[in-house]
Every structure is written in C-alpha cells, then in structure tokens.
C-alpha cells in the first residue's frame, strides 16, 4: 500500500495545563481534511512526538483515527529510542487502525547500519501493517545512504521511504535503486519542486497546516506534467517553508495559524511560542502570499 499527494501532519495542541487539547486536535484533523489534503500524520516532527509520554501518544492516535473516521488514510508516527518501546507503539497503532507506520531510527548513541536494520526488522516483524522508513539527518544525525536505504525497502512491509537529505539527487537515486514496490516521499519542503520532478509519490509536510492549497496546487500541476505552473506555486511559497524549518515547525506552524486566525492551543514545554520579530516576519510571508491580514 503506497500513500500519495499531499500528507498533512499534525500539530499536537495542548491546552493551558499542557494537557494534548483533543477536541482542538480533533478540529484542526476537521479542517485538514475540507481542505483537501490526501492522508493524515499524527506524531511527526510537528506532533512533538519527543515530548509526549505513551498513554499521550496513543490518544492522539485514537483521536485522529476517531476523527478521520475512514475519510483519509492515517499515517501514525511510532518511532523511540529503543525496538522494544517502537514495537508496542506499532502494535498499538495498527490495533488502532492506521493505515500505515512511520517510523525513524531515533538515536542518542549513533547506531550503526546493522543496528538500524536490526530495528527496522524487528519492528516488521511485529506487525503486519506497511512501513514508512524516514531518513531525517537533521533529527538523527545521520543521513542513511542510498543502497542501506534500498536494503531496508526489502523488509516484506516496507513500502514507503520519506527522504529528507538536501541532497537534490537522493529522490531520483532512491527511486532507481529501489523496488518498484516501494514508493519515495519528499520530506523536507524545500526540496518539493525537485521531488516531484524526480517522480515522488507524496510530500510529507507540516506546511498544509497554514498554507494546504499551496502544497495541493504544487502538486495537482506536477501530477499534471504543468511545470510552468508547479514552478509558480512552490516560488510562492518558498519563503514560508524556508521560515518553518528554520526556526522549528511546532513554533512556527502554531503562529502561522494563529496569524490566519486559527486556534493552535499551546505548545508543550519546554517549547515556546515563536519571538514576536520573528512572528512579524512571519505575517510579512503570510501577506505577501495573500493568506493573512
């Protein structure tokens, strides 16, 4: 089973305890799906998976799920420091219903390729739902070459590779070396344009939060072989995705939203709301793209 198109993932709000403010969760899932986004990510980068202990972790889980009921796929992310704590955390979300599994190899000791593998094979073996491997070098200090990550798309469930490397040839690279089975994904919103040029079959991004119907038009022309206009719509919102990812997606989707006059609840500590110069860059950006006052 391969995901494609835009995959919206989630920021996991809190209230003004800290507690995840699920029905806030619950709305912004809502507000994704009448956008148009193609599937559901809960527990990314954005999600501040790091930041949530496990019964938190599973009831966003069951929130989105709840919340998605049936009309988009769920994309859960499962990844800890150990195999053992990954392995319940697949087996919950497959139990769940997700639709499939992301899943990065978080480290604090640097782990070698045999050690990586050895946790990708095992969680696959505990579940029977498709995999998404996800190579974030900014995240794990490592940036998984491409024949390892080939190796990796052997595991029977693996389907699904999420790319994050600048490396502008990695796609194309990844997309020649491996199974015809398995399909590739843009993972970091800079490389959006050259990753559907190269044949991604998705963009995995934080960015549909605020600005979805770019992401969406971005990709409705590169389906559509309309180069002129996919080029036209990433240069609009280049200088947005540069801005999330430099200054920390949590903080600045959550401003970003609530520059468009949404609720994005509060961040769990020690994360903090995004300094007010940088939140006044950010409504210049979100101005200049027409989707804010």
Known sequence: MHLKGIIGYLLTPCDERGRVDHALLEAHVERLIGEGVHALAPLGSVGCLPYLDDGEREAVIDTVIRAASGRLPVLAGVSSLSTASTVRHARYAERAGAAALQLLPSTYWKLTQDEIHAYYREVCQSVSTPVMVYNNPFTTGMDLPVEFLARLAELPNVTMIKESSPDPTKIARLRAACPDRTAVYIGLNCMARTGFAEGAAGWCTASANVSASFALNLYRCAMAGDARGADEW?????????????H????????????????SGHLRAPLAPLAPDLEQRLLEILKKMEIAR
């Open 234 to 246: 990433f240069g609009r919102q280049i200088d947005l995705l540069n801005f999330l990812m430099d």
């Open 248 to 263: 920390g997606l949590p903080r600045t989707v959550a401003a970003g939203l609530r520059l468009r006059g949404l609720d």
